[in-house]
């Protein structure tokens, strides 16, 4: 896969493309459709895209990655490109849908999946037989893709199509092999636009101005609470447990306007008093308690309840779906996808979830591919935004207490971040910048003449 990557990408960043007559005028009238003026570095990525079958964009939050890819997305467009988005997870298409107002897919949807009678395995329909039609590619959240997964999309393209990677290095990488986009960044044999402004908005956030102090090994100011930013010292873990149950069910609920479902808890760990086994089943006593009126199944460790938020945990290809209205069905569920138990028959042989208007049906060899999801380690919230999210800092092994993960952790939330916990693990993560060792050869392969 690795010599596939290289070879395709390596051949994409050698074809220089004509820029469009008049590029300049161009940009201009897109500013002004979009009511903005871009900042040097965005113009660049503009510009870049113009002139490149690939390009690299990357950045940290609050630098305008999202203007510049609002800005790429325009001028494709204008210049009569057929367009597709996609990134890894559903929750990350969805949101890049949302951020540019047309539709993104998962990279598996995008490519489509198929079963081959031959091999007893699934496929991708699209490939090199098969290419997409589309004139361009997107893909948000690269640092979540691994390398097979690239090579199946860089198979699918046409050999004149052009391929935006956009993605944050310092996120956690994929949980896949390989060190996608870091290796592509370090080979320099991609063109690439990093911005690193902190536009004056973003500036005016604390999640976003500790996230960077983080990202450059500089503990944030856990004294000061700001409006977006809190840390609520509470050594003990389990009066961590208690004060986040009390914070979804209660006090943000209350005093801030954000309901429970908008809240996500996330810990470093699955195990100890504060990971997510003990934090789902506190948090699932607390905001979906039982009744008469709700059946319940379990399975496993899990008590499963209708009500409850649930997440799919690995990918099924072959799980169908049917839409909600019932106009549309198809197949595919996938590590990541997060949904809310609709209903449980009497016998628990049936659970059925609402993955946002997509309804599947688990039967009982299919309930250890779901698990709660009030909270979720960081790993599995990566490529998702909340509206507020919660950081158990208490327990956890120290190869999950990174810098990495705390960073990660900050960037999910979108208004309102709290850390609940020991201040000395806080220290700890931002000191902590091991990085689990990746062998991979595709950063060689790309340099290589």
């Known amino acids: ?79 009569g490109l057929e367009t597709a988005l996609a990134a890894p997870t559903g929750r990350a298409a969805k949101r890049l849908g949302e951020t540019c107002g047309v539709e993104a897919l998962t990279i598996h949807r995008l490519l489509e999946t198929q079963f081959d009678d031959h091999t007893g395995q699934l496929v991708f329909s699209h490939c090199e037989d098969d290419p997409l039609r589309a004139d361009a590619v997107i893909v948000d959240e690269t640092s979540m893709v691994d390398i097979s997964l690239m090579r199946a999309l860089l198979a699918a393209l046409r050999g004149d199509c052009r391929l935006i990677l956009v993605g944050d290095p310092d996120q956690l990488p994929s949980v896949g092999p390989g060190n996608l986009l870091s290796d592509l960044i370090r080979s320099g044999r991609v063109p690439m636009v990093r911005l690193t402004e902190i536009f004056r908005q973003a500036a005016e956030s604390a999640i976003v101005m500790n996230a960077h102090s983080v990202n450059r090994g500089e503990v944030p100011d856990l004294h000061n609470n700001k409006k977006d930013f809190f840390f609520l010292r ?27 479902e908008q809240i996500q808890v996330l810990s470093p760990t699955r195990k100890h008093t504060t990971g997510t086994q003990s934090l789902n089943a506190a948090l699932q006593a607390a905001l979906n308690p039982p009744a008469e009126d709700k059946p319940e199944r379990r399975f496993g460790p899990f008590l499963f309840r ?56 688990y039967t009982p060899d299919l309930l250890g ?67 689990q060792r990746r062998y991979s050869g595709l950063r060689a392969r790309l340099s290589a003449p």
Not at 15 to 22: I, M, T, V
Not at 31 to 40: D, F, H, N, V
Not at 238 to 258: F, H, N, S, W, Y
């Open 1 to 79: 896969a690795e010599e596939y990557v290289a070879f395709r990408l390596a051949e994409m960043a050698a074809h220089e493309l004509l820029p469009p007559a008049g590029l300049d005028g161009l940009i201009g009238r897109i500013e002004a459709e979009q009511g903005i003026t871009y900042a040097p570095q965005q113009r660049q990525a503009v510009e870049l895209a113009a002139r490149s079958q690939v390009v690299l964009l990357t950045g940290g939050p609050g630098t305008g990655k999202t203007t510049s890819l609002r800005g790429v997305l325009a001028l494709f467009d204008a210049l």
């Open 234 to 260: 509470r050594r003990d873990p389990q009066r961590t447990a208690d004060t986040i149950v009390e914070l979804c069910r209660t006090r943000l609920p209350e005093k801030m306007g954000i309901p429970a």
């Open 306 to 361: 209708q009500g409850d938020r649930v997440m799919q945990v690995r990918n099924n290809y072959d799980l169908m779906w049917k839409a909600a209205d019932g106009l549309s069905s198809g197949l595919g569920v996938f590590n990541g996808d997060v949904g809310r138990i609709t209903g449980i028959d009497p016998r628990g042989e049936r659970i059925t979830v609402d993955f946002e208007g997509r309804i599947v049906a």
């Open 369 to 435: 591919e779901l698990e709660p999801a009030y909270a979720m380690t960081v790993h599995k919230a990566q490529g998702s935004e909340y509206r507020a999210v919660i950081l158990a800092a208490c327990d956890g092994a120290p190869m999950l207490l990174t810098r990495g993960v705390l960073y990660t952790a900050i960037t999910r939330a979108r208004e309102l971040f709290i850390v609940v916990g020991d201040e000395g693990k806080v220290v700890q993560m931002v000191h902590n910048d091991r990085q």
